[in-house]
């Protein structure tokens, strides 16, 4: 899926996917930090989002589907926390730095594209800062989806 259009449906179609416990990789590799600035891109309900906002992170969610951020929003309201919801396309969105922490989980775009929003993210991190980023395993474009790929997340701050 492509659009916001294909991706509204999905969305509009399905219960609440996710509540706001975190990806066990992301809750591990950032858990302890002490909360700052963060974007997650490609945000769809905004799971990791939330949990940073409950975390005290500064979090602004980026995302092309409008009914995944409104979705989003209503959960945040639900645990009483704010995020900047951004309705914006990821390949073209332009994060205003500096922040801590950017977040990329499982962001179905080409490779070309990806490397784009990495890029990105990567320049708009502050000394120090983390871009943390979650795929699937490339096998998944030929068996279809089923399984993670192996953790290959690194907590390395930007110098």
């Avoid at 509204?8 to 590799?29: C, I, T």
């Avoid at 990329?104 to 708009?124: D, K, M, N, P, W």
């Avoid at 795929?135 to 290959?152: E, I, L």
Wanted: some cysteine.
């Amino acid at each position: 899926m492509r659009n916001p259009d294909e991706w509204d449906r999905a969305y509009a179609a399905a219960g609440l996917a996710f509540d706001v416990d975190p990806h066990p990789e992301l809750a591990k590799a950032v858990g302890d930090l002490p909360p700052g600035r963060a974007v997650e891109f490609g945000c769809g309900e905004g799971r990791p989002a939330i949990w940073l906002a409950t975390r005290g992170w500064r979090v602004t969610a980026v995302d092309f589907s409008p009914v995944a951020v409104d979705r989003g929003r209503q959960v945040a309201d639900r645990h009483g926390v704010e995020v900047d919801w951004q309705v914006a396309d990821v390949r073209a969105y332009e994060p205003a730095g500096p922040i801590d922490l950017a977040v990329v989980l499982y962001l179905h775009i080409g490779s070309a594209e990806i490397a784009t929003v990495l890029r990105r993210a990567a320049a708009a991190l502050a000394p120090g800062g983390i871009l943390f980023v979650l795929g699937w395993d490339r096998s998944n474009a030929v068996a279809g989806t089923g399984g993670r790929a192996p953790p290959t997340c690194s907590t390395t701050p930007r110098k």
